[in-house]
Every structure is written in C-alpha cells, then in structure tokens.
C-alpha cells in the first residue's frame, strides 16, 4: 500500500538537543510539506519542497530545517534555537499534476514531539 | 490573501442528530475544496472535495456543496455516530502554486 510513514510516533528530547523527524513516502509524489499543530489550532506550515534538493520556507521556519536529497524522503530537523518546540508534526504530500488526486494532501501519521 | 474560515467549536451532539460545520473561503481564482478529518492522536484524511463551482463532494454519509456565490463550502450529515467524533478541517488550494490553507479546526464530539 502506498503512503507516508512517520517515525517515530512519540519523541522526547531534552532542552538544547537537535532532533530529527522522519518522513518518507513511495506514492511518487513531488512535492511534500511539514506541518506544526498545536493543541486545539490548526496547521501551521513550516517548510515545503517541490522537488529534490529545492525547498521553501513556510510560516514558521525559524528554528527548524530540512533537506531533501531523495524524492522519498524529507526529514524536519527541530534545532535548539526552536524556542517552544513541544507540539505533534505532520508530514504530508501532494498528489501528482495531472491526476485525479492532484490537488490533494496525504498526510502521515503524525510526530509528537515532547521537549523535557 | 487567499484563506479558509471556519466555525469555532467545540460542537457536542447527541447521536443521531444534524450535522452543519460552516465554512468559507477567500480566494483569488477558483480553488479546490477539502473538508479533512483527524482522529485523536492521528494525522489528517480527506473526507470529501469538490473542485469547481456546484459541485458536491460525499463520503461517508457527508456532504459538502461548492457554493461560489456565498464562497463556502459548509459540512454537513444528517445523523451523526459517537464514531464521527474527531477534528474537521475546512481547506483549499489551487492548481498551480503549492500552498495550501486549512481552517482552524472544528472539533465535534458525539454522545450515545
């Protein structure tokens, strides 16, 4: 079955440690998102890629990076200048151009990230 | 800019009742809408889209009516289920560009 995976799905990290989300996906999918939410808010976006070793800031870049080296893959790293970085992360795609499904998101499963 | 708007909640219902979750939109162009759900601890599904005016999205006994001339895209079902409680995005995007813009949430709880 095709999808995003996210791993893992709970993390906890001490104040002051880089931490890095996984995300992968095999639906072919060019471009791919990051997501912060908050208890009780909506998505906020943090980086986008649309393609291999290109991606943009979103809303809420500071303190957060990435990379996108394959197609499949495009792992969120929270550094320690993210002030409050304690919230759930979502990994999502975008359906190919072209598609029936090409103005749509697929999301993972989420990251929660705890910051002690 | 382009946004989504959508109504506060919490809504609790008991089962069996009448679902609106309301949702509007502010666009330049002709978007694609979304309604999407999350279930606790979970990331988002598509529950249902419409792409172009007076379409109807349905899914799962849901419904959703593109409505250009008010720009929404309101939720509703006609008899709820303790299982539909979750979060409910209203969101768009566009064709060309890669953004996309979700509502705030709605959260619905559902009670025997």
């Known amino acids: 079955d095709g999808g995003i995976t996210q791993s893992p799905k709970y993390l906890f990290r001490k104040e002051g440690q880089n931490v890095t989300l996984s995300c992968e996906q095999n639906?072919?999918?060019?471009?791919m998102y990051w997501y912060r939410q908050d208890p009780g808010q909506g998505l906020r976006l943090i980086y986008y890629?649309?393609?291999?070793?290109?991606?943009q800031k979103g809303d809420i870049a500071e303190g957060y990076s990435v990379s996108r080296e394959k197609k499949e893959s495009f792992p969120l790293t929270v550094t320690s200048a993210q002030k409050n970085p304690t919230a759930f992360y979502l990994c999502?795609?975008?359906?190919?151009?072209?598609?029936?499904?090409?103005?749509?998101?697929?999301f993972g499963p989420g990251t929660r990230l705890t910051v002690l | 800019g382009d946004s989504v708007t959508q109504m506060e909640g919490p809504v609790t219902l008991s089962e069996e009742a009448f679902l609106t979750i309301n949702c509007t939109y502010t666009?330049?162009?002709?978007?694609?809408l979304f309604w999407y759900v999350q279930y606790p601890g979970e990331g988002l599904q598509l529950l249902l889209k419409?792409?172009?005016?007076?379409d109807k999205g349905s899914n799962k006994g849901f419904e959703a009516t593109y409505r250009k001339e008010t720009t929404s895209f309101h939720l509703e079902k006609g008899s709820v289920q303790v299982s539909d409680s979750a979060v409910y995005f209203c969101?768009?995007?566009?064709?060309?560009?890669?953004?996309?813009?979700f509502g705030t949430g709605t959260s619905l709880t559902v009670i025997p």
């Open positions: 890629s649309q393609i291999v070793n290109d991606f």
């Open positions: 999502a795609s975008r359906g190919i151009a072209g598609t029936r499904v090409e103005n749509e998101q697929f």
């Open positions: 666009a330049t162009g002709y978007p694609s």
């Open positions: 419409a792409t172009k005016a007076d």
């Open positions: 639906l072919n999918h060019d471009a």
């Open positions: 969101a768009l995007s566009f064709n060309t560009g890669n953004q996309f813009y």
